[in-house]
């Protein structure tokens, strides 16, 4: 069993390693500052009362308010939601975004809830929780399973709750309900960028091969998005299983078959693979974008890809990273190839503290440029102190937190 925190804890073990910091930044940092849990009670339409069991962790906020998705997950627990609250912290310092880290969750599986009972549960989690969050407290948003429609239930009840009428407490909104322009594709785009400006250094030809584990939000967009740029996506996957196709697929017409039949069982010209084989097929780029824990000791000798495009958080284990590191296969890591996400949501903040509205342009020419630059910077690191790209972003995070604690 691979817990995700003391995975987290390893990557940040391993970066003072790479250079030195002061003890009580790192043993700050390694516990969260704090951890919520509550019990969410929800009539369900057969007349019972069911309680979910909803977490909050507050990891870090010295560079800002505590910043992080929410995740609804039959495996949510409080030691995946502790390590993606300190994700959370390690990718806003490395993004240069002045926000904290903090995540929250709910074990439950909303596949399962109707329309009704996925409402009252996430309006639930804000009663139990909204004296905790605000624009200058914490700051929450999408993750897994969680969409801009259950952020509008959200930020409607923290409305009614609190009084404040300005929907900078939740992020990832619809647009027409004080959402930003780019943020639904936002983590997909910016894994892109950040691929963008490194592939060469990796050594990656224009037109190469991709498969994407994952069909959310952040793995669909990103299948879509690489095509766009000519790449060539040759197999995807959702929870249940994925597809091959040597010759590429269309990640449209593989949503919409999805949407129409409700998996990627019988998808016409492709053949049927498990998530597992997935990640071992013979592409030049693997993009892991659903869950922690994929790219393990007991796989990552398997692992034929030339260059690991993390969009999940924490797809990669410790030991999987030093195998892959030795097999000389870049891992670009999650703090900094699925930072795009949480960039437009503090854009989205920022307008909505403001009662402005970006255009598209706007947002995307800030995005692209932020990324741009902090990925050369994590490149630059990793070669001057011959380390992981991983472990150059911790160092480059650890920095700027050891400066603002100062
Ligand atoms: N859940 C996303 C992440 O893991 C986005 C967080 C946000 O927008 O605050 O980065």
Known sequence: MNNPFQNALSQLSKATKAKQFPDSLIEGLSKPQREILVSIPVRMDDGSTRYFEGYRVQHNNVRGPYKGGIRFHPQADINEVRALAFWMTMKTAVAGIAMGGGKGGVTVDPKKLSPGELEQLSRGWVQALWRNLGPEVDVPAPDVNTT??????????????????????????????????????????????????????????????????????????????????????????????????????????????????????????????????????????????????QITSDNAAKIKAKLVLELANGPTTPEADESLFGRGIPVIPDILANAGGVVVSTFEWEQNRASEHWSEIQVLEKLEKLLVEQSHN?????????????TAAFVIALERLEAAQR
């Open 148 to 293: 801009p429609k259950i952020m509008e239930w959200m930020s409607d009840e923290y409305e009614k709750l609190s009084g404040d009428t300005s929907r900078a407490t939740f992020t990832g909104k619809p647009i027409e309900y004080g959402g930003s322009e780019g943020r639904t594709p936002a983590t997909g785009l910016g894994g892109y960028y950040v691929f963008a400006t490194l592939k060469d250094q990796a050594g990656i030809q224009d037109g190469a091969s991709v498969a994407v584990q994952g069909m959310g939000n952040v793995g669909g967009h990103a299948a879509t998005i690489f095509t766009e740029n000519g790449y060539k996506v040759v197999a995807m996957s959702d929870s249940k299983g994925g597809i091959y196709k040597e010759s590429g697929l269309d990640p449209e017409e593989v949503e919409s078959y999805k949407k129409k039949n409700g998996s990627l069982k019988g998808f016409p010209g492709a053949k049927q693979i498990t998530n597992a084989e997935l990640l071992e097929l013979p592409v030049d780029i693997l993009i892991p974008a659903a869950l922690e824990n």
């Open 378 to 390: 994590v490149w630059q690191r990793a070669t001057d102190l011959n380390v992981s790209l991983r």
